[in-house]
């Protein structure tokens, strides 16, 4: 049998952090006292019509437009029909046939659509199970209800778990950089499912897909395809066929278990909602959108490889555009230092020292300036000072800010640039070490760290590394 | 001055603005004609106490008014004559009884209805039928029976009521009295308990075609609790039209058979005639589809009534029984209970219409009729300015005549759902009495007029000419000439 290939496409629930809900006036709201935002219009009273929240399509357009999604000139409210509590009007008013944004790509990954619904409201279970079967009472929570959600749905081109969980934190990280959502997956502001399914490597078709829900963290993600696909696998080489159902996963246990099967599936018997007219977003509304959308990581990402910005350094700055910010001004500052170090130095050393000195925030609210730290990289590039007093120098600009060059003369941690002193401090650790001289003579290399060791306790670190192992060669 | 209640609403608001008429004097002979209701039209009526106090006005200058029972008014009982609304008590009122308020006008109370507007005779309503003023034996037309009824039976000087697909024009022709189903999105909905969201229109029910246009005057505009709100450009002026030529009527050659009452017809050609007599010209036009229009109706209409009413769960609000601890079981038992049969065979019809399989056949088939009876109106409109038929192809039938033939009861609607399907404006005018296939009293015969979309003034103006032209001066009981 041929290699089992998996086949992964994502259901993403973005929850838009407008002032209020998507069809009604009341404010959005987290962690309140239940059903204090509600009013006959979110609570499906007789009578009662829907607005739509002009931010909420703003937002939407945001969010077609970073994932590079065409923009449907008319598009068109649907409403979808069932029974359940946490759905007062027994339909969502979602998006059909023709939804706000159209095909995409994130990445390697292509967007089907993505689309403006209402979010349902919370329905908390009494009793042990925590789920509707087996509670004592079932109690409605209408704060929810009505927030104002984007669906986006990828086509199926994820080919790992780790593949899928890497690319929804790109998703993540591009939405929380629009600024129209909290992306909180445990709160619930992101919700992730996946559409899972295996087939022979090299197949064209798409096999029997599961869908995966109530993944609420990136790690469960990853571990829920992983459990599923391993299921499948087994499935199909011991011969048998996958069903078409909804799973739930359960990250206690890591399990998986049937929430319907494909003849439990409803009927939603969509069709156009009469309430609202085609939602035809303007020019100005369109245009303002596009003005609006930042740097986003994937092309971020893209043009920091492109200065020679290692992968994963790169990815660390993306997904933080405040220090990505403040990486570009060192850039500027230390001209002809190549971006590669100064990244480092700023993910790396300055990284460190921050939270050695437990400054809360990143580089860009420190005290330390860009001009400061391409200074300093500047200094230890032109070997005036050793790397050993740059993190010295760091650490004291991390606390009192300033120039490096007043810190390096204060503490006396300018590079010997005479040898011959140099030299007569090392021969000086040589005598005083002389087991250490015998057994590097013998071969052992590694004694030399304690001669090392010496001259850096006598210099104070001031010494270039080196050039005192360079002279511990020539003395042997 | 008069008896008070002879007065129409225009009269009476112009003598209570000069200062002729005191408000409170008249809006009380009102009430108390209103309490002596024996027509079960009214299912609710402020009396002054505490409940109602939501709803009171602040400077009474216009006429009291009856409201459907299908309009929201916050703290006051609100039916939509349905069992599974009984007790229900609003948190807010709709924007249509806001602007009744905020314009002066009291509300005199809630009227009674078919079961969420679904029916041609009242008899669907959870608390009985209405009784036609004109004869006590029959129905007073439907949905809005109640409101006919009043304003007919002069226990109310106007009401509002709700068409969908002709529930304002057909009582309000059974009544002798005149009702005009505004333009789809002149006047605002928020509020208007649903039945069909793409066809329902609120309306006024009035005694004259002026009363009318005040009252439409006082309704329409743009709402922002109505994306599909549009209101009427320039408002809406008294009508003052005496003749009318320079008119073309277009009668559909379709719509113009001889399968319908023949005093209904003899009526209807009287009328024509009484339209060339005033400078009009009567044309023939041809709408194709619309014959089409009840079997169109009785999809699309079923359809948004299936998914409108899935709100009435037991959950929230209004009646909730059995159960016993099961989520389904409550539901099933809540809706079996709370509806009765003819919104039960609607939801059946709706959700069959729009299941996955069917969409297309039926709803998507239905929504293609609807256009092409828009487009015939838009090509009859081309060549006339009006296009005129009966209201109704028949006079106020008897309690009971009707009820075990759901398909003879939707025919009542042949004349006034294609305007519905359309959107457009269309208004029923008394034109004269005719006494009933098997004797008893004579019965009003409406006269429907529709134009173009956001066509009211004209329509107004010219409803107004053919009225003083026709000089209808039926009253219930009194019989005079027509």
């Not at chain 2, 609003?90 to 009884?97: E, N």
Request: net charge negative; with cysteine; glycine share 12%.
């Amino acid at each position: 049998m041929p290699e089992l290939e998996a086949v992964i496409g994502l259901e993403i629930h973005v929850q838009l952090a407008t002032k209020t809900k998507m069809f009604c006036g009341c404010e959005l709201s987290f962690g309140d006292e239940p059903n204090v935002h509600t009013c006959p219009v979110c609570l499906a009273h007789p009578g009662v019509l829907p607005v739509p929240n002009e931010q909420a399509i703003r937002y939407a357009l945001q969010i077609g437009l970073a994932l590079g999604c065409e923009i449907a000139p008319r598009s068109i409210f649907h409403r979808k029909n069932y029974f359940y509590p946490d759905n007062p009007k027994a339909y969502q008013i979602s998006q059909y046939d023709i939804p706000i944004c159209g095909a995409g790509r994130l990445g390697d990954v292509r967007i089907h659509r993505a689309h403006l619904e209402e979010d349902a409201a919370k329905t908390i279970h009494v009793g042990e199970s925590g789920r509707i079967h087996g509670s004592d009472a079932s109690l409605v929570d209408f704060n929810r209800g009505g927030t104002p959600l984007v669906e986006i749905v990828t086509e199926p081109d994820l080919r790992g778990a780790a593949e899928a969980a890497e690319w929804a934190r790109l998703l993540r990280e591009t939405v929380r950089q629009l600024g129209v959502s909290d992306v909180n997956m445990e709160e619930g502001s992101l919700r992730v499912d996946a559409n899972v399914s295996v087939r022979p490597a090299g197949s064209e078709e798409l096999g029997t897909k599961t869908e995966l829900k109530n993944m609420n963290s990136f790690r469960f993600l990853q571990r829920g395809v992983e459990a599923e696909l391993a299921r499948q696998r087994e499935l199909v080489e011991a011969g048998g066929t996958v069903e078409q159902e909804t799973l739930h996963f359960d990250p206690g246990s890591g399990s998986l278990t049937s929430l319907r099967s494909k003849e439990e599936a409803h009927d939603y018997r969509y069709f156009p909602e009469p309430d609202l007219v085609p939602l035809a977003p303007t020019e100005e509304m369109l245009l303002e959108a596009r003005e609006s959308l930042p740097e986003l990581p994937a092309a971020r990402i893209e043009r920091y490889e492109g200065i020679g910005v290692p992968a994963d350094v790169a990815l660390t700055l993306a997904t933080d555009p405040r220090t990505a910010g403040y990486f570009e001004n060192v850039v500027e500052a230390a001209d002809g230092i190549e971006p590669r170090v100064l990244a480092n130095w700023v993910t790396g050393e300055l990284a460190a020292a921050l939270r050695q000195a437990e400054v809360d925030g990143g580089a860009a609210d420190s005290r330390v300036s860009p001009e400061a730290l391409g200074a300093l990289v500047r200094m230890v590039q032109e070997k005036k000072i050793s790397h050993g007093s740059a993190k010295t120098v760091l650490a004291a600009l991390v606390l009192e800010g300033g120039d490096p060059g007043p810190i390096v003369e204060r503490e006396g941690l300018a590079q010997m640039s005479d040898s011959g002193e140099l030299e007569a401090i090392v021969e000086k650790a040589m005598a005083d070490n002389a087991a250490a001289v015998e057994k590097i003579r013998e071969g052992n290399n590694k004694a030399i760290g304690a001669i090392i060791g010496a001259v850096m306790r006598e210099t104070k670190g001031r010494a270039d590394g080196g050039e005192v192992n360079r002279l511990i060669q020539e003395k042997l | 001055m008069t008896n008070l209640l002879d007065l129409t609403a225009l009269e009476a608001h112009e003598a209570m603005v000069a200062g002729d008429l005191s408000a409170a004097e008249y809006t009380a002979a009102w009430r108390e004609a209103a309490a002596g209701d024996e027509l079960n039209a009214y299912l609710w009526r402020a009396d002054g106490t505490d409940e109602g106090s939501a709803i009171a006005v602040e400077r009474d200058c216009v006429a009291p008014i009856a409201v459907k029972d299908i309009f929201t008014t916050e703290g006051v009982p609100t039916t939509a004559g349905s069992r599974i609304l009984e007790g229900y008590r609003p948190p807010y009122t709709s924007t249509a009884v806001r602007k009744l308020l905020e314009a002066g006008a009291p509300i005199l109370g809630k009227t009674n209805m078919d079961e969420f507007a679904m029916g041609s005779s009242n008899e669907n309503s959870a608390y009985g039928p209405v009784l036609n003023p004109w004869d006590r034996e029959r129905v007073p037309g439907g949905s809005s029976g109640g409101s006919a009824a009043v304003v007919a039976g002069a226990l109310a000087p106007w009401a509002i009521g709700t068409d969908t697909g002709g529930s304002i024009r057909q009582p309000a022709a059974f009544c002798g009295i005149v009702g005009l189903k505004p333009t789809y999105g002149a006047i605002s909905r928020y509020g208007m308990i649903a039945f069909a969201s793409s066809l329902d229109q609120c309306g006024p029910l009035t005694r004259t075609v002026s009363d009318a246009a005040l009252l439409l005057g006082i309704l329409q505009g743009k709402d922002h609790c109505d994306s599909t709100s549009v209101g009427l450009e320039g408002g809406i002026a008294l009508p003052g039209r005496q003749d009318l030529s320079g008119l073309r009527f277009g009668v559909p050659a379709e719509l113009r058979g001889d399968d319908y009452d023949s005093g209904v017809r003899e009526v209807f050609e009287q009328t024509l005639r009484q339209i060339e007599g005033l400078g009009g010209e009567i044309a023939e036009v041809s709408l194709p589809s619309s014959e089409h229009g009840i079997s169109a109706y009785y999809v699309i209409a079923p359809a948004e009534a299936s998914s409108n009413l899935a709100r009435y769960d037991g959950v929230r609000y209004g009646m909730r029984t059995g159960g016993d601890g099961d989520l389904i079981e409550m539901y099933e038992t809540t809706r079996s209970d709370g509806f009765g049969p003819e919104v039960k065979r609607r939801i059946m019809l709706g959700t069959y219409a729009l299941s996955s399989g069917y969409y297309e056949a039926y709803y998507g088939q239905a929504q293609k009729v609807r256009t092409r009876i828009a487009e015939d109106f838009t090509g009859a409109f081309s060549t006339v300015d009006f296009v005129v038929t009966p209201t109704a192809p028949s006079v106020a039938f008897k309690l009971g005549e009707k009820t075990d033939d759901p398909l003879a009861m939707y025919l009542n609607d042949f004349f006034t759902v294609p305007m519905s399907l359309a959107g457009i404006p269309a208004i029923s005018i008394p034109a004269g009495l005719v006494e009933p296939e098997g004797g008893g009293p004579r019965l009003p015969v409406g006269f429907q007029i529709a134009g173009p979309a956001f066509s009211e003034q004209k329509l107004l103006d010219a409803a107004y000419a053919l009225e003083q032209g026709i000089g209808f001066g039926g009253r219930p009981g009194g019989d005079a000439d027509a």
